[in-house]
């Protein structure tokens, strides 16, 4: 009660409130409804505060289906109820209220530009996640090209030395093959100039 007091109410809501006093069997019996309201407005507690300020107070008894008689007592509540409720001609509705509905649609308002503000977060976020992966396969194939570039030089490296290694063993032979036959050239002039100086 004290926050709704204070936050949605002002004191002249008082006129406008009626207690509900339900489950008094002698709801139709006008000494016994008195007695009772001269009962609750001298209560202690939370309801000491507003109880003696309360000018409307109405009993109605709504007893469960297993009770005697139980719909024609819940009908005769009603009708009590209901020709109270025909009385009441004025709305209350505190200035109070309306701060809180504004204070309520601002927080609202506020939310709903938070979460559009995240939801295109999220959005800019996905693309940019989406273009990171698609970096990342590109990435990844240029990676495989050079690699794939590098394995095919690197064995046509390798065939090349082999192919100069090879040139450069065929031309040693050459080399060995003409120094032993120059060497058997010699070897045969000096034999022959041996032979003919003889």
């Known amino acids: 009660w004290d926050i709704m007091w204070k936050v949605l109410f002002n004191a002249t809501v008082i ?20 007695t009772d309201c ?5 209560q202690k507690g939370a309801a000491r505060r507003i109880m003696p300020s309360v000018k409307k107070i109405i009993h109605v008894d709504n007893p469960p289906s297993e ?11 009603r009708d009590v109820l209901m020709a109270h409720l025909s009385q009441c001609d004025s709305v209350f509705k505190p200035s109070e209220l309306d701060e809180v509905n504004q204070r309520i649609s601002d927080h609202v308002e506020e939310k709903a530009a938070t979460d559009s503000r995240v939801e295109i977060l999220l959005e800019e976020m996905s693309k ?16 495989a090209e050079e690699r794939e570039k590098a394995a095919q030089t690197e064995l046509r490296l390798v065939r090349e030395m082999n192919e100069l290694l090879q040139e450069r063993g065929k031309m040693r032979e050459a080399e060995i093959g003409r120094n032993s036959l120059s060497t058997s050239q010699r070897w ?11």
């Open 15 to 34: 006129d406008y409130v009626t207690v509900v006093r339900s489950r008094f069997p002698k709801f139709l019996n006008p000494s016994a409804v008195q």
């Open 38 to 42: 001269e009962k609750l407005k001298a």
């Open 67 to 77: 009770y005697p008689n139980w719909e024609e007592t819940r009908q005769k509540s």
């Open 128 to 143: 940019v996640r989406n273009q990171l992966e698609e970096a990342q396969v590109e990435l990844r194939r240029q990676v």
């Open 188 to 198: 045969v002039e000096s034999k022959t100039r041996t032979c003919c100086v003889m």
